[in-house]
């Protein structure tokens, strides 16, 4: 019981630093923002701020593992039957409700990466082991050993390209939201496989 208290009240301190990044980051720059300042508005000290996340880069990019943990649990979750389209499908549309929910911010951590490059390599930064642990959820399911690695791989870049697009499509406004526009991916990369 007190080692729930204990892990509640982490996750509640960890989500009011990164609530609190998000908006001096959306407000005045990533670059402009120093993790003191994050510190100040979250409520902790400089030191707690540290318990938390090594650097307010590992603060942007834990936002991406996070978003990674979701695509492979759902990968995970998929029953063994699944053709390997379904299960894109299905990790998409985790994906997409993942990214859709109040607090992971996904406006908000897209605009401030397309105004800091520095905020883009820190989001980026783990783009790598998100694809190893997505092709390693893969290879566990495909039975053919010896084409596993290439074909894991060659899945998790798909699967990474369409969370990618469908995110694009709906930040520019192709789409209005999320759902329709990882409809609307998964439909072209279908077509496309097709050969249409």
């Known amino acids: 019981m007190a080692e729930m208290r204990r892990d509640e009240k982490r996750k509640f301190v960890r989500d009011a630093i990164y609530a609190a990044a998000i908006e001096i980051f ?9 993790v003191e300042e994050i ?11 540290f318990r938390y996340f090594a650097s307010k880069d590992d603060l942007l990019a834990q ?3 996070s978003y990674g943990a979701a695509l492979r649990n759902a990968i995970d979750a998929c029953p063994r039957q699944f053709s390997t389209l379904e299960v ?16 992971a911010r996904t406006r908000e951590v897209v605009e401030i990466a397309i105004r800091s490059e520095s905020a883009r390599q820190a989001y980026q930064s783990r783009t790598s082991s998100i694809e190893d642990s997505l092709a ?12 596993a690695a290439a074909e894991s791989r060659m899945l998790a870049g798909v699967t990474l390209a369409v969370m990618n697009a469908t995110i694009a499509a709906w930040f520019t406004g192709e789409h209005k939201n999320l759902p329709g526009a990882a409809s609307r991916v998964l439909q072209l990369l279908i077509k496309t496989m097709n050969g249409d």
């Not at 510190?39 to 701020?49: E, M, N």
């Not at 390693?136 to 084409?147: E, G, Y």
């Open 26 to 34: 959306t407000e005045r720059g990533f670059d402009e923002t120093t």
């Open 39 to 49: 510190a100040q508005a979250a409520g902790v000290s400089r030191r707690s701020f």
């Open 88 to 103: 894109i499908e299905a990790t998409v549309h985790a994906g997409v409700e993942h990214a859709a929910a109040p607090e």
């Open 63 to 65: 936002t991406a593992m």
């Open 136 to 147: 390693s959820a893969f290879a566990a399911r495909t039975k053919k050993r010896s084409t």
